[in-house]
């Protein structure tokens, strides 16, 4: 594989240190929601379902949109090949991905500290991505 070639699937140290950047994301996302929650004044359990229902409404799907055109185009380097396969899997991955992330976010909001959260996710998230390259 040499430098410019994209012929080949091999992914790069460059191209997987790009997915490092959803840390940022992630902790600002749990930020603005911790806040968001605690304004409305709701505590224990009703604070953890709400939570569960913002993250699942409004971060979720356009989360899986992008994850899914992201590994699609690493894998094939194609915007057709991308293209087709998101509009074939996307509601598959996106139901696939209620059933893991529910529970999972589920537990990350009643049991896991703010400041903590993101680390609870990338762990859950080997597996998930893990997954989703088996799945694609």
């Known amino acids: 594989w040499t430098s410019g ?10 191209d997987f240190s790009k997915l490092s950047r959803v840390g940022p994301v992630l902790h600002f996302w ?13 505590t224990g359990h009703a604070k953890t379902v709400a939570k569960l229902i913002f993250d699942r409404l409004f971060f979720g799907p356009p989360f ?3 994850t899914v055109i992201f590994l699609q185009f690493l894998q094939h380097f194609s915007v ?3 293209i087709a396969y998101v509009k ?3 509601w598959k991955v996106l139901m696939m991905n209620e059933k893991v ?5 589920a537990i990350n909001f009643e049991l896991i500290p703010v ?6 996710v990338n762990a859950v998230s080997v597996g998930w991505n893990t997954l989703l390259s088996l799945v694609s």
Do not use: M
């Open 88 to 90: 074939s899997s996307y």
């Open 5 to 14: 070639d994209r012929s080949s699937t091999f992914i790069s140290f460059d």
């Open 101 to 105: 992330w529910t529970l999972a976010q």
């Open 64 to 66: 899986v949109f992008f």
């Open 30 to 42: 749990y930020s603005l929601l911790d806040r968001t929650i605690l304004r409305i004044g709701l």
């Open 80 to 82: 057709q090949k991308t």
């Open 115 to 120: 400041p903590y959260q993101v680390l609870f």
